[in-house]
């Protein structure tokens, strides 16, 4: 990393300071960091949900889980360092833009300064390990996992959603430049497309309808209203349906496949009864709605 130096007083002593230059070098860098730790998370759920449906219970150490901690893992260093940098900045008297990340915030009595969206998807990755300990600590306690409703599970899909939530705030900040605009269309793209994660929690309530519909109808639509707001063009919600299709058909192909892989590879066969429907996550993408408000969606391990 570049950094300019400063002398201080008489002495030859020089310290590093990080500059405003320096942080508007590596702000696209950053945001597009904490956009690859989603997109390595989202491929570890739909491999490890397909996992369960096709193959059966797994233990904590699988390499789906691999990709999941290690999407989260990715964000919250990228989003540390962004905000030790803000900081660094700050500190040397430095005004960083408000188009780094958001609207900066103070954060532990002002010893830090932290942009909005780092400072989202930084707590929100942070908490996502933090939860993966405790889904260490389930497995430990009842073995298996054989069922997706349990409370760490809902806890990490939170978790990862605030992640997504401060990747689109970082972006949106940045939307002036081409960069930015690409970048929160595709973070916006992923979120719709992973939207009917969290909804299912509400599949043990056992209501009349179906949640996953109801979800998507609420949440994809309000994502491409938001995203033609902000980037006040109508071929941006255009835009973020064709990233949201390449998704679904990338991940149509994967799941199933990395799943059969990788019981082929540990040597443990399919389940007896495979039901030869779409792929979990993938069906459940909102170019499916029209499907579950007909159909109901078999569900998750």
Same mark, same amino acid.
């Given at each position: 990393?570049?950094?300019?130096?400063?002398?201080?007083?008489?002495?030859?002593?020089?310290?590093?300071?990080?500059?405003?230059?320096?942080?508007?070098?590596?702000?696209?860098?950053?945001?597009?960091?904490?956009?690859?730790?989603?997109?390595?998370?989202?491929?570890?759920?739909?491999?490890?949900?397909?996992?369960? +449906?096709?193959?059966?219970? +797994?233990?904590?150490?699988?390499?789906?889980?691999?990709?999941?901690?290690?999407?989260?893992?990715?964000?919250?260093?990228?989003?540390?360092? !962004?905000?030790?940098?803000?900081?660094?900045?700050?500190?040397?008297?430095?005004?960083?833009?408000?188009?780094?990340?958001?609207?900066?915030?103070?954060?532990?009595?002002?010893?830090?300064?932290?942009?909005?969206?780092?400072?989202?998807?930084?707590?929100?990755?942070?908490?996502?390990? !933090?939860?993966?300990?405790?889904?260490?600590?389930?497995?430990?306690?009842?073995?298996?996992?054989?069922?997706?409703?349990?409370?760490?599970?809902?806890?990490?899909?939170?978790?990862?959603?605030?992640?997504?939530?401060?990747?689109?705030?970082?972006?949106?900040?940045?939307?002036?430049?081409?960069?930015?605009?690409?970048?929160?269309?595709?973070?916006?793209?992923?979120?719709?497309?992973?939207?009917?994660?969290?909804?299912?929690?509400?599949?043990?309530?056992?209501?009349?309808?179906?949640?996953?519909?109801?979800?998507?109808?609420?949440?994809?639509?309000?994502?491409?209203?938001?995203?033609?707001?902000?980037?006040?063009?109508?071929?941006?919600?255009?835009?973020?349906?064709?990233?949201?299709?390449?998704?679904?058909?990338?991940?149509?192909?994967?799941?199933?496949?990395?799943?059969?892989?990788?019981?082929?590879?540990?040597?443990?066969?399919?389940? +007896? +009864?495979?039901?030869?429907?779409?792929?979990?996550?993938?069906?459940? !993408?909102?170019?499916?709605?029209?499907?579950?408000?007909?159909?109901?969606?078999?569900?998750?391990?």
């Amino acid at each position: 990393m570049n950094a300019e130096t400063s002398t201080a007083g008489t002495g030859a002593e020089q310290t590093p300071r990080i500059t405003r230059a320096v942080i508007e070098k590596y702000a696209p860098l950053g945001a597009y960091g904490v956009l690859l730790g989603s997109v390595v998370g989202a491929v570890g759920t739909t491999w490890d949900v397909e996992w369960h +449906d096709d193959v059966g219970p +797994d233990t904590f150490f699988t390499l789906p889980h691999l990709l999941l901690y290690s999407g989260s893992a990715i964000g919250g260093i990228t989003s540390l360092v !962004m905000v030790l940098m803000v900081t660094a900045a700050q500190r040397a008297g430095e005004e960083v833009p408000r188009w780094v990340g958001g609207v900066p915030i103070r954060v532990f009595g002002g010893r830090f300064t932290a942009p909005l969206g780092f400072l989202l998807s930084g707590c929100g990755a942070a908490s996502f390990l !933090m939860y993966g300990l405790l889904d260490l600590w389930w497995h430990t306690v009842y073995g298996f996992d054989a069922v997706l409703a349990s409370p760490p599970h809902f806890a990490l899909f939170v978790s990862g959603t605030v992640t997504d939530l401060g990747s689109i705030v970082t972006f949106a900040a940045a939307r002036r430049f081409r960069w930015g605009v690409v970048g929160l269309m595709a973070q916006a793209s992923l979120v719709a497309a992973m939207t009917a994660i969290p909804f299912t929690a509400l599949f043990l309530f056992k209501f009349d309808f179906n949640p996953i519909s109801l979800g998507s109808a609420f949440i994809v639509p309000l994502v491409l209203l938001l995203i033609a707001g902000v980037v006040r063009s109508t071929l941006a919600p255009l835009g973020v349906a064709v990233i949201m299709g390449a998704i679904q058909a990338i991940f149509w192909w994967f799941s199933p496949w990395a799943a059969h892989e990788y019981a082929a590879a540990v040597g443990l066969p399919l389940r +007896d +009864d495979l039901w030869g429907g779409p792929p979990t996550i993938p069906g459940m !993408m909102p170019m499916l709605s029209l499907i579950h408000i007909s159909e109901p969606t078999r569900p998750l391990y």
